[in-house]
């Protein structure tokens, strides 16, 4: 009794100090000043939203922010946002006098389901073997590390932490119920799987895998095989129609895959059709004639039926899965942890003890053992899962999300079996202390030196970000649609990369954002090879500033846009994949002949690619500081402005040069144009500068030079213009020196 006593309370300091290490991240993050405790887009999207509920006091029927001028219904399923928003007045309700900031409180979640998912592994250990020292490793191999970094790091309020809760929480009550066949399971896991509807659009995905493993247990003569069909069955056909009535209640009406409504129900209530099928074949190898020939029909009218409901859901989740789009290759979450050509690179060694730690060489071991039974009987559903995890994240880095603290698990069964295997060459008990200190503590340090490193290196803004941010925010115009029902007046362009950040930190809407929501306009401005063709564009998507920074965008990537900027018949908003991509018909396009080139590495005023003179109507207002004035900053930022007209009369036909010298931070560059006169000498200059501007580290000088030709003489003059002339387009008359 004594003994229990102990190993509980050991199993309960070492979980509470795992508890300790997830909540970490909030001690690391805060380093990061303000604001600025998260980098993940998607969080930013969703604390975002979650701010503008709580200060509109509803939850916005629109956004308006993510790739404006679009102005798209928000129909992201409702749990997340409704747990975040009702958590947060819960809060002050109970405390109206806290001073807490809404997002540090929502903030707390992720890090505190990753424990409890940490937790249920412990006592699903517990559960089925009985055993202190088994549950003890496991328990004590529970340490965050990159995987629970992608779910559970502090403020990462995205719904992946909600995704791996509920699939966990769904595969134990399956093997519970395979285990002991109680009913409540069944309520447990409809519940759960309409939660996980409810939470995420992408549920079919993880149902299409419940699917195949039951096909894999028929398959297999499993001993679980109705159960683990009875129960997969029921929860998906109870869930899609809980579903149903949640949406009928909720009026909507939408059925595409890429967002929440009658798709993700649907398709599940399909796939429940077929595990319901399934369990109407007799095991393989004993088939009658009679039976094949009523069954084959079924089972080619099944998929061709599905797939001429859903042809376009499933054309776009097949694109998104196979990644067969080069845009979809190029991000990092969705690229593979190996592959064939860099397993020739040691870097992809790094990389993948970066996620998996130990389990990378121990893999083999938790496939082929089980330690105290652990994995017998029905308990070989929770390995299935992990294999099948795994092998995913191989596929994909973005199903470690899915795996969470199964890496852990797996590396603590892996551990555990050599430990067990080495004890028993030598039975004698009064040894087995000293031989656990010496063979696990090792172990169990090189587990948490692989693991929590990872979590706690996190991210931190650099100074030119945070200053960024908070310029954007306090030094251009407020815009309408944050805090009230307006309709904002303008919007930032950016590379997608940038967008949920320009949106949450400078609170500002944004042609692009990292949903690739608006890519087409983006790529339209970006690829631009004339003056002319930028103002169309950013006059009609009513861009004021545009955000450029020293990214470095692969040629085939350019030559992408170039082509998805010609593609017909493609929406503004919304992205479309493009897996027909002929990069061979594209070969001549280079990014220094793009606009954003021509931003980026020569300030709108030097000459590069297809720009040969300075912008009429683009200035910068803000750089980052210049390490040198032979490094270019990393961020510049440029406003779209009416221009100021400079006119005069010279000689007809003659030429005429305008300049105005400028510094942007440490780079002195001079503003130079010229034009010819008309037949009756008159000449006009839009430009884009004021003078004795002095903000945002640009600076220029305190009036325009001009030079022309009148009589045959060499004539000099000067021109000085404001703010309000910059802005509203004024015209001006040079005055002539005298």
Known sequence: MVRNAGFKLVTCIVLISCLALYFSSFFFQNQNPGRFQVEDPDSLLFLRLFEQTLLR??????????????????????????????????????FPESAVAPEYIVGALPPLIGWLICCVFAWFTWKKTKSQGLTLVISACMVPGAVAGMNSWFMRVDYHFLNNFFIWLWIFSSWKFCEAGKKALLVVGALVSASFILTWSGTPLFYGFVCLYVFFLWLGKSSFFERFAQYSYSSMVIAS????????????????????????????????????????????????????????????????????????????????????????????????????????????????????????????????????????????????????????????????????????????????????????????????????AV??????????????????????????????????????????????????EYCFFCYWGEGNRINFYGQRPTLVNNTIIGYKKMAQILTSESESEVYSFLNKYSVRYLLADQRNIPENIVRYQYAYKERANVPDDFYSFFPDFDESKF?????????????????????????????????????????????????????????????????????????????????????????????????????????????????????????????GKERKGKCLVTEKDVLNGKILLVKELE
Not at 58 to 65: N, S, T, V
Not at 310 to 330: P, R, V, Y
Not at 391 to 420: D, K, M
Not at 463 to 474: A, F, G
């Open 57 to 94: 006091g509803e939850k916005p029927a629109f956004d308006e922010y993510s790739s404006f001028p679009g102005r798209l219904p928000i129909i992201y399923p409702p749990l997340h946002m409704a747990l975040m928003v009702h958590l947060s007045l819960f809060f002050f309700y109970l």
């Open 241 to 436: 129609f809980l579903v149903f009535l949640f949406l009928i209640s909720s009026g909507n009406n939408s059925f595409s895959m890429a967002s929440f409504g009658w798709f993700q129900p649907s398709i599940i209530l399909l796939g429940a059709l077929c595990v319901r099928l399934t369990l109407a074949f007799p095991p393989p190898g004993s088939f009658d004639l009679t039976f094949v020939k009523k069954i084959i029909p079924l089972i080619l009218a099944l998929p061709v039926m599905i797939f001429f409901i859903f042809n376009e859901q499933i054309t776009q989740g097949i694109a998104f899965f196979g990644k067969n789009d080069l845009l979809m290759q190029s991000i990092s979450e969705l690229k593979p942890l190996m592959s064939i050509d860099s397993i020739i690179n040691p870097a992809w060694l790094i990389n993948a003890m970066k996620y998996l730690g130990l389990l990378l060489f121990l893999w083999p071991v938790f496939l082929t053992s089980s330690p105290r039974g652990i994995f017998d009987g029905e308990a070989r559903i929770i390995r299935d899962w992990c294999l099948l995890f795994l092998t995913l994240s191989v596929y994909s880095l973005r199903f470690f999300r899915w795996f969470g603290a199964g890496v852990n698990f797996a590396a603590g069964v892996a551990i555990y079996s050599i430990f067990a295997a080495i004890v028993s060459r030598n039975p004698n008990r009064n040894l087995l202390n000293i031989r656990a």
């Open 439 to 488: 063979l696990l503590i090792p172990l169990l340090l090189t587990n948490f030196l692989l693991n929590f490193p990872y979590f706690i290196r996190g991210f931190h803004f650099s100074k030119d970000q945070v200053e960024l941010y908070e310029w954007i925010r306090t030094q251009t115009p407020i815009t309408g649609g944050y805090i009230d029902s307006n309709r904002p």
């Open 587 to 711: 070969m001549e396009k280079k990014f220094e002949n793009t606009f954003f080139s021509w931003l980026a590495d020569c300030c709108a005023i030097k000459k590069t690619g297809k720009f040969e003179s300075p912008a009429s109507r683009l200035r910068m207002v803000y750089s980052a500081s210049q390490i040198d004035r032979f490094t270019g900053p990393e961020f510049m930022v440029y406003e779209f402005v009416a221009g100021a007209k400079i006119s005069g009369s010279a000689d007809p036909y003659s030429k005429v040069d305008l300049s105005l010298g400028c510094q942007f931070d440490k780079t002195l560059v001079l503003y130079k144009r010229e034009v010819i006169s008309d037949e009756n000498g008159r000449f006009e200059f839009t430009v884009p500068y004021s003078n004795q501007f002095n903000s945002g580290r640009v600076v220029t000088d305190d009036f325009y030079k001009l030079s022309w030709k009148s009589s």
